[in-house]
């Protein structure tokens, strides 16, 4: 009889994550998979599903204008449960921290479902920090019956946390599984055109807790290295939170060394990401895929759920302060010595793998 997995995701970055998951299970024959997204994301997720050609079995299509925590919580907890009484699957996936893979999570308990957490156990122990994810990971945590670990270190977090050793499985992150079908040589765009003979930075920033003063410092020290040094352009693929537009506005106006574009499909980002110089984010899963292409990673953060990367020399946490932010790019763009200590150093989040080592445990 065919074991029925159910993967459930809602956000783009977890469907950059998941999708390479979903085509290693399509390819083991004993195995049903289904593949619900909540929309928690709309256009951004649809573009990262058309890229890995993953066609959703359903789709809750939540999204709302200016959705709160409330707002997504009550509905994917409102309309997933249909879903999974009528497919009653043996397992279902959710991935790492958002939202809906907590609210997911949460009514599989409800429903004695077993919960398999990909990307389990990353912690920063400050359930504030980020937020909501620290909360959301942890919550997912304590119902998981599988949790496929990406690290020896989020392995030994969970044990500390009292979860059985014998139902973790570190097994790499599946986004450098992602990272091997999407980067590709012979990829060219307008944008790396207009960035040629520069060095390029690329920008990502929209974190809840940066919004505000935060946000408008990290901001005014990109412009202030953008005024500064004429050899270097930025590329800023901008959320759509309509606040995080208004503070980008403010500082990188009337700038001709950078673009402030829409989001980048994942095929374009990952690209952008290769033929940089340097990474600036206050996102995540980033913090994984810019040092297993080499890239230097700035984390505009306090915290990282992520430390193994900050261990190997591949991140450096500025937090949110101006003058960090500044002087540490300006560190990377001069000093050649410290630009290739972060640049070559150990990645540690695996070769590509994780998927495969998955389906094995999953089939097992």
């Known amino acids: 009889m065919n074991k029925k997995i159910m993967l459930i995701f809602g956000t783009r970055p977890e469907a950059i994550k998941m999708c390479p998951l979903v085509t290693e299970l399509k390819k083991r024959g004993n195995i049903n998979v289904v593949v619900c997204v909540t929309g928690q994301h709309k256009e951004m997720l649809e573009q990262v599903l058309t890229v890995f050609g993953v066609v959703p079995d359903y789709n809750l299509s939540i999204m709302i204008q200016n959705q709160t925590l409330f707002d997504i919580t009550n509905a994917v907890l409102n309309k997933i449960q249909a879903v999974l009484v009528k497919e009653l699957p043996d397992i279902v996936l959710v991935h790492g921290d958002t939202t809906t893979s907590f609210v997911a999570a949460l009514a599989c308990y409800y429903m004695h479902i077993p919960v398999g957490h990909v990307e389990a156990g990353l912690r920063t122990h400050n359930v504030y920090s980020p937020f909501p994810e620290e909360f959301n990971r942890q919550a997912i945590s304590i119902v ?39 980067v590709r040589p012979n990829y060219t765009h307008p944008l790396l055109e207009w960035a040629n003979n520069s060095k390029l930075i690329l920008i990502t920033a ?34 759509l939170n309509p606040v995080v537009r208004q503070i980008a506005n403010v500082h990188f106006d009337f700038c001709n060394q ?102 094995d445990i999953l089939m097992n």
């Open 144 to 182: 998981s019956e599988y949790n496929f670990a990406p690290t020896e270190q989020a392995k030994q977090n969970l044990i500390s946390e009292g979860r059985n050793p014998d139902n973790i499985y570190v097994t790499g992150n599946t986004v450098i599984d992602a990272l091997k079908t999407t």
């Open 258 to 359: 950078i673009k402030v574009v829409e989001p980048l499909d994942v095929l374009d980002f990952h690209n952008f990401m290769a033929r940089s110089y340097l990474v600036l984010t206050d996102s995540g899963g980033i913090q994984e895929e810019a040092p297993s292409l080499g890239k230097p990673v700035l984390v505009m953060r306090d915290t990282t759920e992520r430390p193994e990367g900050v261990a190997a020399g591949t991140l450096k946490l500025t937090g949110t302060s101006q003058q960090i932010i500044y002087e540490s790019i300006k560190t990377l763009l001069s000093d050649i010595t410290e630009y290739e200590n972060m640049s070559k150093a150990f990645n540690p989040y695996g070769n590509g793998t994780a998927c495969k080592k998955i389906a």
């Open 206 to 239: 929209h974190r809840r807790e940066n919004i505000g003063e935060p946000m408008h410092n990290m901001f005014s020290a990109i412009r202030k290295i953008l005024d500064e040094f004429p050899d270097v352009k930025a590329i800023y693929p901008i959320h």
